[in-house]
């Protein structure tokens, strides 16, 4: 009897042991505002510059009139290749050229207007900026984006009906001549003095209605599917509300834009933009933050600025704050009056690049230990936090908001820096997190953070430990694609 006993409990726990074996792991389910496949391939690029480059180069302002000569413009060594070669060289995924700004100067031969690089005297009226730039970018394997101005100081019909086709029509030569373009980048400067074809004037324009921007956004999806489209509030991508470079800790990729003072809708121009330095907890769209700052002063070259060019202490806090809270950087380099990147802005670039390669090239979790305190199963077991994939990700059970991940290392590391990543395809769900370390026998508090999102860089005093705890909690399961820890060197 007792033998029969014994065969009956083993081929139950037997049973119970192929039930557990067989059930099936469901996947986590989406949480909130998620992703499209154009905003993951943008989160992707991380860091890529913006390139002010028109009449204002040669003249000294920031924002011309729209009365400057065609041949104010005139570089001297225009150098499309040494420009793009500088950025890809320095690391830089792709790069916004202002083929228009708000004087109306054209950077290629529009059909549309004479205020373009076709009257002026710079290569006889032949030249292409924007097409010498796409093509440098094709060359370096870099990703090229247009910046074109709603704004248009020069036009005789800024605040008129025509002069949205007009705007409309030239916007159709830069989606339809240069090939892919990953963004078109809209601001929100509209209406106030200006040239406007020797009318000098002031013309204030009705900015929640008079652009019609869900047309323009029709056009570009269909002329460019592919792209993102940047302003105050999106479509794709919103200002991160500052031109000092920080995102702040709390930086929600989601986003619910809303009208400022006054207006009726949100639009560029007319939306609450400091709250893009926050996003929006459980906000309406995807709407991530790009962090836009100019390595000088000014957003054009002037000669007077060359002493003035951002120290690298001082481009590696902006990168911190930007790419380190989720956004991604659009950095400003403008070339120069001969057409190039001026020496000191291309040094500067390539210490910047230096000092990124040096302080991320050891993965010191690499090879370690991890369990977590709560797993959903194998395929999406904690080790695949330290696999180098970021297709992969370790998720914890729908119940499980608080759950906590230990690393254990196999000797004692210096440890300053941790890189977080959240599997965002399926929406963003960390609220805040909190590190300690082991030292001398017991746990430590060495640091905390808000949100993650695509990618979270935080900084602490060094500690010397085997050992990381993180706690988290969340909206819903966390999903984390990958965790690294660092020794960053000192600036």
């Not at 105050?232 to 500052?242: E, I, Q």
């Not at 000191?344 to 230990?369: I, P, V």
């Not at 914890?396 to 690393?407: G, Q, R, S």
Request: aromatic share 12%.
């Amino acid at each position: 009897m007792k033998k029969l006993l014994n065969i009956a409990t083993s081929t139950m726990m037997v049973l119970v042991l192929a039930s557990s074996c067989n059930r099936k792991v469901v996947a986590p389910a989406p949480y909130g505002a998620l992703p499209s496949k154009r905003q993951m391939e943008w989160h992707q690029m991380e860091t890529y510059a913006f390139l002010h480059f028109t009449v204002n180069t040669f003249t000294g302002k920031e924002w011309g009139l729209g009365d400057e000569k065609e041949d104010v413009f005139n570089p001297t060594d225009f150098d499309a290749d040494q420009i793009i070669g500088t950025l890809a060289k320095a690391g830089f995924k792709g790069a916004i050229i202002t083929a228009k700004h708000h004087d109306g100067f054209c950077l290629w031969p529009s059909a549309y207007t004479e205020h373009s690089v076709k009257n002026s005297s710079w290569k006889n009226g032949k030249g292409d900026v924007v097409l010498a730039i796409s093509e440098a970018c094709k060359k370096y394997g870099i990703k090229f984006g247009v910046y074109l101005s709603p704004w248009d100081r020069n036009n005789a019909n800024y605040g008129k009906d025509e002069y949205l086709v007009y705007y409309r029509n030239q916007l159709k030569e830069l989606l339809t001549r240069y090939g892919n373009i990953f963004e078109i980048w809209f601001d929100g400067a509209n209406g106030g003095d200006g040239y406007y074809g020797g009318a000098k004037e002031k013309r204030i324009i009705d900015r929640s209605n008079y652009y019609g921007w869900e047309e323009t956004f029709q056009l570009v999806r269909q002329l460019q599917p592919n792209a993102v489209m940047f302003s105050d509030a999106g479509p794709d991508l919103r200002w991160v509300g500052n031109e000092h470079g920080h995102a702040n800790d709390s930086c929600w990729a989601t986003y619910t834009p809303l009208p400022d003072k006054g207006f009726t809708k949100a639009y560029a121009g007319t939306t609450q933009y400091k709250i893009g330095e926050t996003g929006t907890m459980n906000g309406k769209y995807w709407m991530p933050a790009e962090t836009d700052v100019s390595i000088r002063p000014g957003w054009f070259y002037h000669p007077t600025e060359d002493d003035k060019v951002k120290t690298l202490a001082s481009l590696m806090d902006i990168y911190f704050h930007s790419v380190g809270n989720g956004t991604s950087l659009n950095l400003n380099v403008p070339p120069d009056r001969t057409g190039k990147i001026n020496k000191t802005d291309s040094l500067r670039l390539m210490e910047f690049r230096s000092y990124l390669d040096k302080a991320f090239a050891n993965n010191l979790f690499k090879g370690s230990n991890v369990k977590a305190s709560d797993t959903r199963g194998k395929k999406y077991d904690a080790a695949k936090l330290i696999d180098g994939n970021t297709e992969t990700y370790w998720a914890a059970n729908d119940a499980k908001l608080n759950p906590t991940i230990e690393f254990t290392l196999n000797e004692t590391k210096t440890i300053n820096a941790l890189v977080l990543q959240e599997y965002i395809p399926l929406g963003q769900r960390v609220t805040g997190f909190h590190v300690e370390c082991f030292i001398d026998g017991q746990w430590k508090s060495v640091a905390q953070g808000s949100t993650i999102g695509y990618k979270k860089i935080l900084r602490f005093a060094p500690c010397h430990t085997d050992k990381v705890r993180i706690s988290f909690d969340a909206l819903a399961c966390p999903l984390l694609s990958e965790i690294a820890a660092y020794e960053i060197p000192e600036l």
